[in-house]
């Protein structure tokens, strides 16, 4: 019963917020961070490969200067960076550990971009799954955390899953898969290493900190790197044909996801924003199936479905995961009963208020949209690209 406690604590934490005062609903910075999360992956994969700029360095270079620029703007003309000032921030600490650190973010952040060349979207985010895995091997090595069986058992289950769905991949490419590897190995080890020397409370940094320590270091490793591979063979002509315009857009979206970051962990739990993840993860893989008519198998949603079972397990544990499972039992079993009325309570009046209605209305208004607008985009297609012969 304690951790069915801790699920209702935490729901009374995202209500007591959303009451408090005229403050803004908590739900509204989960959609944020789920909208730009999503936006920016599938933004960054049309840009190099609809549009065929294909310079992931370059890319990551444009956002990392577009970030350095903007933090230190925001910096002078705002509060949102004021958590800076409890930094304790000298020489010896920027050359010892942000640096290294910031070097792991930016291979983390190449191999991310080089890798929507090879693979699809929805098969990356697939292989994200397993980005828990690396994270513990890390650790393990490092000699953050001891092993344990249980939790080998956890992460073989992931592996397995991630396993299948690779194996149903059709347009399957070795050197794809060996850069989503090395991103999430690199970011593994950037999340450990912030662990190990930025532990202190003096030196905790939420997402938009970090960004304005570690953007410059990237951006200077980004243009080293792009001078000797993407520079020398840069077409202008690229460039024109994808537009300053929509390169700016792309970098300012890029960057609001690292500000919804902050307001998300300043408003939610860590709860919240593990099954947010989660969801953000699913949705994301079923609109770019929609959007690129991306094939996939039955044995890689198979493999998907284990490897996201296995994930949730890692991140919340059995015991907590039956707690939710029982508040959201006992939730529409209320629900059901205001809706017809079969209640034996004092709250059982037969009817939802009318703004729980209206909600209810818009969220199958917009369900059935996409289910239409899905139907629309395959539709499209001609039994030659599905692979139906003529009559």
């Not at 994930?311 to 006992?330: F, K, M, R």
């Not at 629900?335 to 969220?363: C, I, N």
Request: charged share 15%.
């Amino acid at each position: 019963m304690a951790v069915v406690d801790d699920v209702e604590r935490q729901g009374e934490k995202l209500r007591a917020s959303a009451a408090a005062g005229r403050s803004i609903h908590p739900a509204f910075f989960i959609a944020s961070w789920i909208f730009f999360s999503n936006v920016t992956i599938l933004f960054n994969k049309w840009i190099i490969d609809t549009r065929q700029f294909k310079y992931p360095v370059i890319l990551t270079c444009w956002h990392l200067i577009f970030a350095t620029v903007a933090t230190q703007v925001l910096a002078r003309t705002t509060t949102l960076l004021d958590g800076r000032k409890k930094v304790k921030m000298t020489g010896r600490i920027y050359l010892r550990a942000i640096v290294p650190i910031g070097l792991l973010y930016s291979a983390s952040l190449v191999c991310s971009n080089m890798v929507y060349l090879y693979l699809s979207v929805a098969f990356i985010q697939m292989l994200k799954a397993a980005a828990p895995v690396a994270v513990l091997l890390v650790a393990w090595t490092w000699g953050v955390e001891e092993p344990s069986l249980k939790r080998f058992l956890n992460i073989l289950l992931i592996v397995c899953g991630v396993g299948l769905a690779s194996m149903g991949e059709i347009n399957f490419s070795f050197l794809g898969f060996m850069f989503q590897v090395g991103g999430i190995v690199f970011e593994a080890m950037r999340l450990i290493m912030i662990q190990v020397l930025l532990s202190g409370d003096d030196q905790k940094m939420d997402p938009l900190v970090s960004l304005y320590y570690y953007a410059p270091v990237c951006a200077v490793m980004n243009v080293m790197i792009a001078i000797p591979s993407e520079l020398t063979k840069f077409d202008v002509g690229d460039l024109e044909r994808v537009g300053l315009g929509l390169l700016v857009l792309n970098a300012l979206v890029a960057f609001l996801l690292n500000v919804s970051s902050v307001f998300l962990i300043g408003k939610t739990s860590g709860l919240v924003m593990t099954l947010t993840g989660i969801l953000k993860n699913i949705l994301l893989v079923v609109v770019a199936v929609m959007m690129w008519h991306t094939p996939i198998t039955a044995l890689q949603g198979f493999g998907y479905t284990i490897a996201l079972a296995g994930l949730l397990y890692y991140s919340l544990g059995g015991d907590q995961i039956a707690a939710i499972l029982t508040t959201a039992g006992l939730y529409t079993k209320g629900v059901w009963e205001q809706v017809t009325g079969t209640g034996t309570g004092e709250d059982a009046t037969g009817r939802l208020p009318s703004a729980v209605r209206r909600a209810l209305v818009m969220g199958l208004a917009a369900v059935t949209i996409v289910i239409l607008v899905g139907g629309f985009l395959y539709g499209g297609e001609s039994d030659e690209q599905l692979g139906v012969a003529a009559p």
